[in-house]
């Protein structure tokens, strides 16, 4: 879908900047109360995450004692920044990405990575032996769960034969949805989604019955405000690659809208029926199935383009 957006707009409005801060809000709302009902709860309501935020926002930011203080302000800013500029790269709302380049994927990919840097980051930062903990736990998840992520968005570009996020929406529009020939490829990206976010069952690195909020533990307020934002436009920029890769791209913002809430209904269904899994049950079992079979579909694509 082409539609000619002044370059001021598409930056600050409509569909980046405050367009996704605000969608990013709408869809943790979506996957906390899909996550409610599959567990026969209530719920929150509609307005519950940015009435949070504003909350968060309003508070005192406590910087504590024995820390960096231009790192402990700093990181937050720099993660949610990073997840921001991802956006300009990726077909969001299914219009054409504001930025597009040969190899954008992979600069998406390494952007991605920034936030959960900067988590484990701001919990080394701290004396807190919560925060140290967290901090190793998502160092440890993300090495683990983003060399599975990379492999499992590879394969529709081998497919498609570039490395730009829009020419490979192009060619699975055109194409078959790569979900039905590259079904591993799907479940290793949904699952790998799932871990860099460390929504349960793989949210060993927050857990709050064992490490307080992990590497967080010492935020308060606006810190943390924007840490939980950037995860939230992170979940959204996951999902639009997921669904521009594998559900055949997007011809409208209501395509969009369809395909994206059906992978977040999956991934709620998916925290809804897993308990918590152990660190070491998250990080040395998908570290090899995960990559194994993200290359294992690779193998079937390089023999099955030879063979072809």
């Known amino acids: ?25 709408i869809y943790e709302w979506i996957d906390r109360k899909a996550v409610a009902l599959f567990q026969n709860r209530v719920g929150p309501r509609w307005f519950q995450p940015v009435a949070d935020v504003i909350k968060l926002l309003a508070k005192e930011e406590i910087v504590p004692t024995g820390v960096d203080k231009t790192l402990f302000i700093g990181l937050p800013v720099i993660g949610l920044a990073s997840a921001l500029t991802s956006a300009l790269y990726v077909p969001m709302f299914g219009l054409t990405p ?4 040969q190899g954008d994927l992979v600069v998406v990919l390494y952007m991605l990575s920034v936030l959960t840097l900067c988590l484990g980051l701001a919990g080394a930062n701290s004396i807190d032996r919560f925060s140290i903990i967290g901090a190793t736990r998502t160092l440890t998840q993300l090495f683990s769960y ?48 799932m871990g860099k976010l460390e929504l ?69 269904l998916l925290q809804s029926l897993f308990a918590r899994l152990r660190i070491d049950q998250t990080v040395g079992l998908w570290w090899r199935l995960g990559a194994l079979l993200a290359l294992l579909q690779l193998l079937i694509i390089i023999v099955g383009r030879i063979l072809w």
């Open 200 to 268: 349960p069952p793989f949210d060993a690195p927050e857990a709050e019955s064992e490490i307080v909020a992990g590497a967080l533990t010492e935020y308060s307020g606006r810190g943390f405000a924007i840490f939980r934002i950037g995860k939230d436009v992170e979940l959204v920029i996951g999902l639009t690659l997921i669904g521009a890769f594998y559900l055949g791209g997007y011809f409208s913002p209501l395509d969009f809208i369809l395909k994206t809430a059906a992978i977040l209904m999956v991934m709620a």
């Open 146 to 193: 983003e060399a599975p992520f990379l492999l499992a968005l590879l394969g529709p570009a081998l497919v498609a034969g570039t490395w730009n996020i829009s020419e490979v929406m192009v060619y699975t529009k055109t194409h078959t949805w790569l979900i039905l020939p590259q079904f591993i490829g799907f479940v290793v990206a949904l699952i790998g989604l």
């Open 1 to 25: 879908m082409s539609i000619n957006i002044p370059p001021v707009i598409a930056l600050l409005f409509f569909p980046g900047g405050l367009f996704l801060l605000s969608i990013s809000t």
């Open 98 to 101: 504001v930025f597009s380049f």
